[in-house]
């Protein structure tokens, strides 16, 4: 099994990191939202994706802090008052 994901990591990496360097532009949170990508495929299991590359793709990119809400973003002030 090692080396079946170790397979797929070198194969699979450097096109993951590709896009969200280019939405980011964050060398250190393109690397981060790649390898969160590889941690939540790894919990959910290779056997059960079928679409590895395209879901690695969408996971990665929805792990960039860009992708979530601005009320989630660290240092963000939260709603606003009214």
Do not use: N
């Not at 590889?38 to 990119?61: C, M, N, S, Y």
């Amino acid at each position: 099994m090692i080396d079946r994901w170790r397979e797929v990591y070198e194969r699979e990496y450097p096109h993951l990191l590709r896009a969200p360097l280019a939405i980011g532009r964050d060398p250190v949170e393109a690397e981060d939202a790649a390898q969160e990508a590889f941690v939540r495929a790894h919990q959910t299991g290779l056997d059960t994706i079928e679409k590895l590359p395209t879901w690695l793709l969408v996971v990665g990119v929805g792990a960039l802090p860009e992708a979530l809400p601005v009320e989630m973003r660290e240092g963000s002030l939260g709603p606003r008052c009214r």
